[in-house]
Structures are given as C-alpha cells and as structure tokens.
C-alpha cells in the first residue's frame, strides 16, 4: 500500500500538545523576570569580586544544564568548568579553591549529590550560589545566594519530567552570563578570541595582512607607462587591477579593468593611449593592520572590486580583492 501523509491516531493532537508545551515553558521564562532583584545582582558582585573561577554542578537533568552554563560563563569571559556532583565526592573537589563561586542547580534543592559535597565546598573557604525550585530547601538555605527557579508547573502532562523547570534554570543560567559579561566589558572581539574557530572569530581576528597579496606580488607600473605595458600587468597579475606608483613606490593611481572598458566605450586608441590619461587617480587604500572587515566594508560601500595596502609611510604594501576576502571567509 501507498504510505499516506495522513496523521495516523497515535500521532492526532501532538500539535496541539507542542503548542501547550512551548506556552507554558514560555511562560515559564516570563515569570523569571519578576523574581530578579537584589539576590541576583548579589550572585553577580560575589562573582566578579572573587578571583578564582565558577564551578557548576548538578546531577541528572540538571547536570546537563549545569554543563551549558559553565559552558556559557567560560565563552563570555568568566573563567569556568563544570564538576559532576557525583564525581564531586570522588575526588574532583580538589579542583576547587578557597576564591572559588560554586554554582550548584537542583530543582528540588535536596540531591543528595549535592548536599553532600556543600560542607566540603564550605570548607574548601569556596561560596555557593544555589539554583533551586523551592527557597525552603537545604540547598537554598546553605548558600550564600539562592536564585529561584520555581515554575507553576512542568510541561510534561504528568507534572514529572524536567521540561519547565529545566527551561526555566537554562534561561536564568544565560541571564547571569550575560549580565557577567556587560560587567565585565566583554566585547565582541574578546568573544572572537575564545571562539577562533568560527565565523566570528574569522571576522575579528583576520587583518588585511593575512589576506591581501604582498607588494611583491601586486602588479605595479609607473605612471609614464604606456596603456599595453599596464594591459600586460594586469593579466598577468590575476588581480584585475594594476596599482600605478611613484619612483618611491606611493601609489598614485589604479587602473583596473573597468577603466580598460569605459576607456574602450570612449574610442581611446589601445596603441597610443597612456597610462597616466586612463587610470583612477588618488585611489582609495588601507592600512595592512586594519581588519579585514574594514576592507570588505569599504570595498561594498565604494562599490570597488580592488583596494590597496600601504604602509605607514604611504609606500604600497600590497593589494587585495573580493575574491581574496571570499576565500578567507571573512565575506
């Protein structure tokens, strides 16, 4: 028989139950907002004012969330790891010092995971900040700070599963990330050096000099050249262009292949034409210690296919094109 797209009866009203879902994780989230106040800005000012690193520990659904937070503080510039509670009794304690924030999130505020390893964390001269659902808990009565994560209820339709809860403690987790990082002034260039392996690390972290073709390579002709001779650099440099210089080599122009074409429109005589007649003078450059988003912000907004480096003493340094920003992904 044909497979059918038609909901089959197990599957008739799981819209409908997602939707549910989604709302009341939702609203989960809201009532967040409420309940941040002075308790949270003191987890935030414990934070900053010590000078070790957050440790983050939980068990069960909890640890995963634990995991993303500790993830989420180290990315953002607030040095942290996470510690499994059970392993926490093992023997990784010994990874926490005295000028050290713990962060511990359970939902019930009693797992025994925890609340085992607390008077050791106290010990150790460590604060604690609790996440729990419940203020009344011997988690949240032993911490120096407890942030509430109580939600109305779970988004499981047997009120069992971490689902709300969960939600609920990952959002609040972001929200002292976040907040970590305004303090801190982190920028979005010290986000690009601790994830230099992505888009926005390529962004931030690649300058002109990494990417255009040093002077060497950059085909160059003086201004008293004829039109043939820049014809000829220009094809053999692959680069659509060729830079026009000075006997001390500061460019003076660029003649690039749409010069050619709108000098080609006017009727100029390929023979005779010189150089200096067809060329764009003054062009437009840049430092080789500029980002190379600056370069592909610049060639976009001149509508320029070409742009070239100089140096501080305003010698040609090198050159680079479109192309060369796509292959360095920077565009």
Known sequence: MPETSNPQPATRGAAALARRVLRIEASAVAALADRVGEEFERAVAMILQRTGRVIVTGIGKSGHIARKLAA?????GTPAYFVHAAEAA?????????????????????????????PLVKRQGARLISMTGNPASPLAREADVHLDTAVAEEACPLNLAPTASTTA????????????????????????????????GRRLLTHVRDVMRAAGSVPAVASDASLSDALLQVTRGGMGMTAVVDVDGRPLGIFTDGDLRR?????????????????????????????????????????????????????????????????????
């Open 72 to 76: 989420t503080l180290a990315s953002t």
């Open 90 to 118: 093992h023997g990784d304690l010994g990874m926490i010092t005295a000028e050290d924030v713990v962060i511990a999130l359970s939902y019930s505020g009693s797992s025994e995971e925890l609340l085992t390893i607390v």
């Open 169 to 200: 403690a990952l959002a609040l987790g972001d929200a002292l990330a976040v907040a970590l990082l305004d303090a801190r002034g982190f920028g979005a260039e010290d986000f690009a050096r601790s994830h230099p392996g992505g888009a926005l």
């Open 263 to 331: 000098a080609l429109e006017k009727g100029c005589d390929v023979r005779t034409a010189r150089l200096a007649e067809l060329m764009t003078r003054n062009p437009h450059t840049i430092s080789p210690d500029a980002l190379a988003v600056e370069a592909a912000e610049m060639m976009e907004r001149l509508r320029i296919s070409q742009l070239i480096a100089v140096d501080a003493d305003g010698r040609l340094a090198g050159a680079l094109t479109t192309h060369d920003l796509m292959q360095a992904k920077v565009i």
